[in-house]
């Protein structure tokens, strides 16, 4: 019975997309030469919920950051930090403190100097936010934040706070005090006169993403210079331009190009993206793409980096060099079950955890590798095996045996099952889903057996399904096969 490797999701050009799923899975490559198989996938974490500031609409949240390892949240028009204080049972535990209100209801970009942290409502309302300081929560209202443009996303570097405007240009702050601006601190990136888009640092330089090109300066003794490096992709959403794992990365394109997800290999933009995932960028128009943003998280040794569009969230895992997708399930205000992109509007590492804000509600969450649901909803969990074939003759399935970490049962699901379709036809259409069990607690023995799948024309498709609370891991498939001639 040879093995079917778990690999090959979201990189043909000719399978549709639902041919190439690999959805809350992602995948793990062995790196024991005794262990079962060389690949295999893991079920993505879930997330649990630790606060909240509302379950309305209102609250959704709108960004987040990280300043002296507490984190911060911006949900609906409230800002909040995030305490912590030990209980008497050793478990952690948390406290919400209100900062502040900050109008509307745009994503907003955060940065900070160890000291004040800057909150920017892309054009122009900026706050900042110090807690050492006799009035802990001001608006900038300095003439020189504005005389430039309204400021669109903020940065910190070199004890400067640096935020893009609306007129080509890019400002700076005084070192370490992002309520005074001087006006004649302004700068443009003239290699292509494109209008800025993003900023991000890397490597303690300074990347001025426009919409078709991208630059890179220095701090010279409080003035900015550019380094000479120019990157022929520009930025097409603001909030994806993100430096992760010693990467830049960002969803744009060049002159007459279509938007595609790219890194920085070195001084040379690589296309991360594969082309099923730059189909997706395609079918959305430019006021769609503009609403994406991108997110970065560690766990459990793997090294994530999301892409979260308006209906789609993929995330490349920078380990593997492999993308998996996730979805979230929830429950609308009808009472109906609805499937949508990775339900978390941000995420940053705090406390030792790894937090989130909703999209959804004002639910502020962990994300946790022992969680099986996300604020107890299900995980739905689906993946295609790369297609079987047989050099363009028919083929034959008598035996199919999928090998999943079994005995996974619980109190709450005590018998686990997993869903097994197949397509004969190149994933168009997929056949009634059939049913198998993975053991209650402490049957680790069980077997998952698929019988007589009957003869496929050209090319076998199999599709694997699990939504049940219960820890999830895809080991191998094995199989067995006769050809036609």
């Not at 060099?321 to 009472?335: A, D, P, Q, Y």
């Amino acid at each position: 019975m040879p093995a079917l490797l778990l690999d090959g999701f979201y990189e043909s050009e000719t399978l549709p997309l639902a041919a190439q799923e690999c959805v809350n899975w992602y995948r793990v490559i062995s790196r024991s030469q005794g262990d079962v198989s060389p690949v295999s996938l893991v079920g993505c974490s879930g997330i649990s919920q630790v606060l909240t500031t509302g379950l309305g609409s209102t609250q959704i949240n709108r960004g987040m950051h990280v300043k002296n390892g507490k984190p911060y949240f911006l949900n609906g028009t409230n800002l909040y930090r995030i305490d912590m204080i030990s209980a008497v049972d050793e478990d952690d535990s948390f406290t919400i403190e209100l900062i502040g209100s900050i109008i509307g209801d745009e994503r907003v970009s955060m940065a900070d100097n160890g000291k004040e942290l800057m909150v920017l409502v892309p054009g122009g309302n900026g706050y900042i936010i110090d807690e050492t300081s006799g009035t802990p929560f001001l608006q900038i209202t300095d003439l020189g934040f504005t005389a430039n443009g309204a400021p669109q996303i903020v940065v910190f570097i070199d004890s400067f706070f640096v935020c893009s405007t609306d007129s080509k240009t890019f400002i700076r702050s005084d070192s370490n005090n992002g309520l005074s601006w001087n006006s004649l601190n302004r700068y443009t990136a003239e290699s292509d006169p494109d209008d800025i888009v993003s900023l991000a640092v890397f490597n303690n330089k300074l990347y001025v993403g426009g919409s078709e090109t991208i630059e890179e300066f220095y701090n010279n003794a409080g003035v900015f210079q550019r380094t000479g490096l120019f990157i022929d992709k520009g930025v097409s959403a603001r909030f994806t331009m993100i430096a992760a794992n010693n990467s830049l990365m960002w969803v744009g394109a060049g002159t007459d190009e279509s938007p595609a997800i790219w890194i920085l290999n070195g001084n040379t933009p690589v296309k991360l993206s594969t082309t099923i995932i730059d189909q997706v960028l395609q079918d959305y128009s430019q006021s769609e793409i503009v609403t994406s943003f991108a997110y970065s998280y560690a766990k459990s040794g793997a090294y994530f980096v999301g892409f979260s569009m308006p209906t789609r969230t993929f995330e490349f895992n920078t380990v593997t060099g492999k993308w998996h997708e996730r979805k979230s399930k929830i429950v609308n205000s009808i009472g109906e079950s609805q499937v949508l992109r990775f339900r978390i509007n941000s995420l940053a590492t705090a406390y030792n955890r790894v937090w989130c804000g909703d999209s959804q509600d004002g639910r502020i969450g962990v994300i946790d590798k022992n969680i099986y649901s996300e604020y107890e909803n299900e995980i739905f969990r689906t993946c295609v095996i790369q297609p079987l074939t047989n050099e363009g003759r028919s083929i034959s399935i008598p035996h199919l045996e999928p090998t999943l970490k079994s005995g996974v049962g619980t109190l709450e699901v005590p018998d686990p099952q997993i869903r097994f379709s197949y397509s004969k036809d190149s994933g168009d259409e997929f056949t009634n889903e059939t049913f198998r069990g993975l053991g209650g607690m402490g049957e680790y023995q069980r077997r998952t057996i698929w019988t007589r799948q009957g003869r496929f024309p050209r090319e076998a498709l199999f599709r694997f399904t699990m939504t049940d609370k219960v820890e999830s891991e895809f080991i191998k498939l094995e199989y067995e096969a006769t050809g036609g001639s």
